[in-house]
């Protein structure tokens, strides 16, 4: 009775089988990333193909895809076809024959064969084959949140700043399943209903967490300031695949779509820190440092002149007192930023579409030339063009004469004793062998070399 029945199995089983069956799979929630597909009967009539296993795809059975999703057909546990793209599939490969699809004498051999395998196992079909769709579209509204500062790396080129800060973050990103054959085979599996987002997310937000820090040094790394870095997003979103590339890409077939910044914010002291540094790094030129030296000079005055706790010629003092002491003044310092030299930026070669063969060695500075109106300090230092000595500060004498009261003047007349400017001194040489006294101004009364006395006529 065993056997008989046992036959009877293998035959109605195998016959059963024989319809085509037709898979499709509806809109796939936006939580649900893999499914199983299920057999499509009619409901609104009957149908014949209700005797069939649930896990055995005939061949010739069509497998319907829609746009945003992904189908494969596992075999055995071994992913035998693959479609990605929408329409008709037609699974005409498949390894339980039906006499409704192909050659009928070929399908009638390869039915007897499946019933006499089937008789062996008891009349059981020994044999598993499913439909899985993917949902292939973008997986939006991942939220995310920094719970600990994040260290960023803060550059600035222009200041010579590179300072490592605390940032913390949040918004939201996406991701996408672009190799579903990765995903199955190494995180979802042979499921029986649905693979749901909420099963690997917090993986997923644990790992981002964890790479968007080397993420946050490559973008830094660019020159992008956090402050600047919700304008970045895509280049974020770049860094953190190529960080994530082994575990998501390569392991999983996950990749980040987008990542959105909501806030990012240093703490205030990181912010101040910041804001103090580049501050000073502006008073290194020499303009910037005499018009800041200059301001507060002039709230300095403003609060010595409202003192009247201890009167404000005395508080003047103190000022006065001060700025000798500080070394510098304003007139020093602009002084400094004007004998700078202005360098024009340079065209860029390679925005004009041009490359230069080579990298030419910058040309020597020329030297300054003389002129007329140059002057010497007291301290040493000749060359100076400007009204105060471009080593000591001091500020250039006054042009004039002086006068036998000790008085120096600009006009023809001493303001202190009235004395006129004394003619020009005269200076000499002989007449007759062309000889100069050390002196000019003062002479021997006879040359020594040929004896002419030096007159009126000598003067040169």
Sequence with gaps: MGLLKSIGNAIGGTFGDQWREYFY?????VNVLVTKGQKRTSSTRATQNTKGEENIISNGSIIAVNEGQCMIIVDQGKIVEFCAEAG????DTSSEPSLLYGSLGKNILNTFKTIGKRFTFGGDTAKDQRVYYFNTKEIQGNKYGTASPVPFRVVDA????????AVRCNGEY????????LFYTNVCGNVVDDYTRDQIDAQLKSELMTALQPAFAKISAAGIRYSAVPAHTMELADALNEVLSNKWSE???IQVVSFGVNTIKASEEDEQMIKDLQKTAVLRNPNMAAATLVGSQAKAMEAAASNTSTGPMMAFAGMNMANMAGGYNAGNLFQMGAGQPQQAP?????????APATNPAPAPAAAPEASEDTWACACGHAGNTGKFCEECGAPKPAAGWTCSCGAVNKGKFCPNC???????EPLYACDKCGWEPEDPKNPPKFCPECGDPFTDDDIK
């Design 418 to 424: 009235g004395a006129k400017k004394p003619a020009s």
């Design 88 to 91: 008709e599939f037609v699974y």
């Design 174 to 181: 996406s991701y996408k399943i672009v190799d579903p054959l």
């Design 25 to 29: 799979c509806d809109s796939m929630p």
């Design 251 to 253: 392991l999983r077939g």
């Design 346 to 354: 340079a065209p860029d070669a390679a925005a004009m579409g041009f």
């Design 158 to 165: 222009n200041i010579g700043l590179d300072v490592d800060i």
